[in-house]
């Protein structure tokens, strides 16, 4: 069963950062795409940030410079962080975890970030 779980949410001022975390476990995550995802109020779910098996990350425009991606692997599994520097008001959002294997999409349940003074 694989399963991915987020964690490192949590409420920051403008300007701040937060390190969102993103296990993986189950079926040798390892060899997955990983990326981020969030939802905004009132929008649909966008791509944020992904990273390959090889290591290699590529960045929305809106967040790139700002936000850094690294994975590492274990045990043929699999944890992702992002680092998010300079967070927004617009960066207010759930994050979602994704890992895709063979087009196969995993989702994590996702965690709240919410960026406010």
């Known amino acids: 069963q694989v399963q991915f779980v987020e964690s490192g949410g949590g409420l920051v001022q403008p300007g701040g950062s937060l390190r969102l975390s993103c296990k993986g476990s189950g079926s040798m995550t390892g060899f997955y795409d990983m990326a981020w995802y969030r939802q905004r109020p009132g929008r649909p779910r966008e791509w944020v940030a992904s990273?390959?098996?090889?290591?290699?990350?590529?960045?929305s425009d809106s967040v790139d410079g700002r936000f850094a991606l690294v994975r590492l692997n274990a045990n043929h599994n699999t944890t992702v962080y992002m680092q998010m520097n300079n967070l927004k008001f617009e960066d207010t959002a759930v994050y979602y975890c994704?890992?895709?294997?063979?087009?196969?999409?995993?989702w994590g349940p996702g965690t709240q970030v919410t960026v406010s003074s």
């Open positions: 990273i390959t098996p090889g290591g290699i990350p590529k960045y």
């Open positions: 994704n890992g895709r294997w063979r087009q196969t999409d995993y």
